[in-house]
């Protein structure tokens, strides 16, 4: 009886020991779901879980999910990498969840405009813009959209979607269609009077998960989207006829970034795994899950480099937005569009 | 010796103090800070969140949805349950088993599985619509998803196992002579059932319709999926302002507003429930 009782103990006790031990070692990583996180798992994280005996843990969310668990876990964070749009990492930048950067090799590789101050970098760029169901558009007879303000045609009631005002997508339609009824950032009404009269009443649902939303197409509920490149190229990868334009007006760019949490657990290899992402192999891997890259030396195959904004002159052509005018605001944005938009 | 009854309580009051009591209080608290986009949460012991949620039109529009909606689930979880358990009760203990487990089958699969199988079902070109316009009942197809209806319709379907369960445990108390003298006594089994069956069995369906109404009240994953963010319920709201705006005092006031909002019609309802028992003696 003694016996037994005394393995079991030490038996708990080896558990314990050696799950304490296996979590010290987990990196932990928070990103975007979906294709992104597909890649990462397949092709990103694996040299690097060898290169360095650890183990990577992901946690998949949008940005505003992982900026919230940052805000819950803040002061004793158990997220090293946070990876977010450009958007929300200004935020967390500025609530104090990113730590200084230590610039590795691959550091001094990247554009200048991927240089987002010395505590966070760009990891990509996608392009928002519209994606379509070209197999739907050839049946009812449309020709493919070619502007944001195609989108206000009655014809295409109740056969759109867009993610909500909680992604970055949604923020950078409402910008731009401000801009187009004269507006901008800094007087934003005529982009909320243009989003509630024209593009609303278009508009199925405002679907803000990847995944809702390529069911939204599959199913065929919708022939249209306000989308980013890289989530059009992943449901094209899958078969389905959808493409993806870049429209008149200009499409805006989107960056997604990445940081090391302050105070977190492994400083050291979240600074090591930065780095790695600003390396040429793991920003052209990146390239195939539809983020263009940002890393200088990188050099893509022509049939990847069609699919993603490559090269300085292309970038150039994007529309940048200020986030510095827009975060301030973004809270009061929320609230008028959940009250005038999301109807 | 009168000492040892608390004492023997201390676990479970342990238990919920820790998981319920103190995040409840933590949330109370939670709801009376300020929130600013620069510098976060700042204690601030003030009631200006709860003044400014019920002042609010659109809070108000959700609140009554939230309530409307958990309304009309519990009576549609009642007039479907109440028959079911009953034939359930009646049929032989072969098929009883296998019809229990039939009802009782939505609560095996996990809620956002059987929520995206309803959005399945729903959608404009799904089943539920292929087989209306093939029967012929309707012209257009019917829109479902991302509506109050379709919100009800997934409710109904996995709240009325717990009507059934409620009603069930009631049947089981019943004395079948009662049911037999009237049948011999000329009765059909339509009278049986109302007259005789159903006034004895209604302390156990207005406890099942508590249990549905509160579970229908504070349920999030369905009418998030099945609603979309343009049908926003008190759940979805809170859901909202804790994971978008990050703005948690005013989610913990809209929580705390929910849970009271509950609380209050659950006591009025058992007190309702009190009253009838003693006036029936």
Known sequence: MRATMAAAAMLIAFHLAAAGAARAEDLYVAGYGGSYETILRQQVFPPFEAAHNTHIAYVSGNSTDTLAKLQAQKGHPDI?????????????KQLGFCAKLQPGPSYGEIYDIAHMGDDAAATGIVVT????????FEKAGWSPPQSWTDLADPKYKGKLAM???????????????ARIAGGGADNIDPGFAYMTNKIAPNMRAFESSPGRM????QSGEIAAAIWGSGRVNALADTGFPIKFVYPKEGAMALFTAACPVTGARHGELAQQFLDYLLSAPVQTALAQAGNGPVNRTVKLAPELAARVPYGPEQIDKLVALDWSKINPQRDAWTKRWNREVER | MRAAPYWLSVPAFLLYGVLMAVPLAMTCLLSLDRFSATEGIVPAYSLANYAAVLA??????????????????????????????????????RWRGICLLAVLGPLLISVVVRTLGWTILLAREGLLNQALLGVGLVSRPVELLYTQTGIVIALVHVLVPFMVIAVWTALQRLDPA???AALSLGASKAAVFFRIVLPQIVPGV?????????LAASAFATPALIGGRRLKVAATAIYDEYLFTLDWPTGAALAILLLAGVLAIVALWGRFLERRDRMRG
């Open chain 1, 80 to 92: 090293d990498v946070a990876i977010v749009d450009d958007g929300p990492m200004y935020q967390a």
């Open chain 1, 129 to 136: 813009g519209i994606g379509y169901d070209a197999r739907a």
């Open chain 1, 163 to 177: 993610p909500g005002i909680d992604n970055t997508y949604g923020v950078q339609a409402l910008v731009m269609y």
């Open chain 1, 214 to 217: 390529s069911e939204l197409f």
């Open chain 2, 56 to 93: 609010d039109p659109y809070y108000q529009q959700i609140y009554l949805r939230t309530l409307w909606i958990a309304l009309v689930t519990t009576v549609a979880s009642l007039l479907i349950g109440t028959p079911e358990a009953w034939i359930i009760s009646r049929l032989q203990p």
């Open chain 2, 178 to 180: 009662g049911e037999m």
């Open chain 2, 206 to 214: 207005l406890s099942g319709s508590l249990i549905v109404f509160s």
